[in-house]
């Protein structure tokens, strides 16, 4: 599917942007794991969060879907059946990784694939502390890519230095070590996003966090969880499209409401603060530990280039992209490097913004780790590839509603990965 976004006049209005795509997953892996029924509210129905729901079916969760709230029969850490057939994963990172901390600990024996995308992202980062708790997984490259197949046994504990701060490693090795009574730690010298923890805290986990010179969150497992109501805020990551939109188009203002604003996930917001722009957040409260709050964002045409550096990334390492985008209509250079990890994502995102920004005339140098983007650069258009990665597609949408003859995004489809009416929303606030 090709679509085409034109030059806008002003974006005006106020969204509910989907349900955030961290939690919705979550909400239904972690509450398989307690004994009784938990209730999810307002879960986003997209691509790889439906892949979710389809694999903990297979696991032999009941998932009752009434509207949107989801009702999630949880199998007391061990009551999962073993899977018929091949768990496919479809697009998503998230379900694989932290599905493989769960299964590690299964007693029965599962296998996993993805489609041409997730086969070729990296496992390893998983696979190896999980080994290294007892896990036995083989697959391609020595298990370090899908397809996986995994004989599931008795855990053991492990303190683990998370290097990368990824959060999908993090959650992974807690899940596991929900299922030994030995300690499993997980230290971080960057904090990633925590929403595993909170989660598992307020279902009564045994788990201790702390605080000082480095992140260390630890757990005890073998313990009874209790189910939870979750109501799922808005998508910090999809709500950021629509932000940076309100800032570079001229007279727009834009207020998004219920979004999560967990300091682990809204560094982008940070970030456009830092550059000048002006974003307010109101209305603040706090649900099941994670913050919410509405946001407004007006435009602000005296934007600065910033720097992002490696501490900068795990709190926004999603919006990079976008914020390269905003950064073309900042006044200097904005300078992003510590971001290799954007190179095994759906797509390489750092070569999917270089080259879309080259085919359309925009001024960038690549590098390793990031990119140096001109600023202030008028923007002629012209036809950009997705790579069929949702956040590219949707990145440069918003970059179409200040070109002067339009951006063609190509295989714009792959959106329904995370924010299926995308299109729709774009249409109802922008005016022409």
Same mark, same amino acid.
């Given at each position: ?37 938990s ?9 790889d969060?439906l ?8 696991l032999?969760?009941?998932? &009752? ?8 029969k ?8 073993e ?31 993805g ?27 020595e ?11 008795e ?8 290097? &990368? ?8 090795l ?16 960057i ?6 923890? &909170? ?9 201790q ?28 990551s999809?709500?950021?499209?629509f932000?940076?939109a ?15 604003v ?8 940070? &970030? ?22 509405d ?13 992002i ?5 795990p ?51 690549e ?18 590839d997705?790579?069929h ?8 949408a918003?970059l ?12 714009a ?11 729709e ?5 922008v005016?022409?």
């Amino acid at each position: 599917m090709e679509i085409k976004i034109t030059k806008a006049r002003q974006v005006l209005g106020e969204l509910r942007v989907p349900s955030d795509k961290s939690i919705s997953h979550r909400s239904i892996i972690l509450t398989s794991l307690a004994k009784g029924e938990s209730i999810v509210k307002n879960f986003l129905k997209a691509g790889d969060t439906l892949t979710t729901v389809s694999v903990y079916r297979s696991l032999g969760v009941e998932i &009752k879907e009434d509207g949107d709230i989801f009702r999630v029969k949880g199998v007391n850490l061990f009551g999962y059946k073993e899977p018929e057939d091949i768990l496919d994963m479809g697009n998503s990172g998230t379900t694989t990784r932290l599905t493989l901390g769960l299964v590690s600990g299964q007693n029965f024996f599962s296998a996993m694939t993805g489609d041409d995308s997730l086969r070729k992202r990296p496992m390893a980062r998983v696979v190896d502390p999980l080994r290294e708790m007892n896990a036995q997984i083989d697959g391609r490259e020595e298990g370090h890519l899908l397809p996986l197949s995994i004989r599931g046994q008795e855990l053991t504990g492990i303190e683990f230095f998370n290097k &990368k701060s990824s959060a999908q490693v993090k959650s992974a090795l807690l899940i596991a070590g929900c299922l030994t009574d030995k300690c499993v730690s997980v230290v971080e010298k960057i904090k990633s996003r925590d929403h595993t923890e &909170k989660m598992l805290f307020a279902m009564g986990a045994d788990i201790q966090i702390e605080e000082k010179e480095r992140y260390k969150v630890s757990i005890k497992g073998k313990k009874e969880l209790n189910p939870v109501e979750i109501d799922v805020p808005a998508d910090p990551s999809s709500a950021a499209f629509f932000a940076a939109a309100a800032a570079i188009v001229p007279d727009s203002e834009i207020l998004l409401k219920d979004v999560l604003v967990n300091p682990t996930r809204d560094g982008f917001y940070r &970030k456009l603060k830092e550059m000048g722009a002006e974003v307010f957040y109101i209305n603040e409260k706090e649900k099941v530990g994670e913050k919410i709050a509405d946001i407004l964002v007006k435009y602000s045409p005296d934007m600065k280039g910033i720097k992002i550096t490696k501490e900068d990334v795990p709190s926004m390492v999603d919006e990079i992209p976008l914020l390269a985008i905003v950064a073309t209509q900042a006044e200097g250079e904005t300078v992003i490097t510590g971001a290799e990890e954007l190179r095994v994502k759906e797509s390489d995102r750092i070569k999917a913004v270089v080259e879309n920004f080259k085919r359309i005339g925009v001024k960038v140098e690549e590098l390793e780790d990031g990119m140096i983007i001109k600023g202030k650069q008028k923007i002629k258009g012209g036809i950009i590839d997705s790579y069929h990665d949702h956040r590219i597609a949707m990145g440069f949408a918003i970059l179409g509603l200040i070109s002067e003859e339009g951006i063609t995004i190509k295989n714009a489809d792959c959106v329904f990965i995370s924010y299926p009416n995308f299109f729709e929303d774009l249409e109802k606030v922008v005016k022409h």
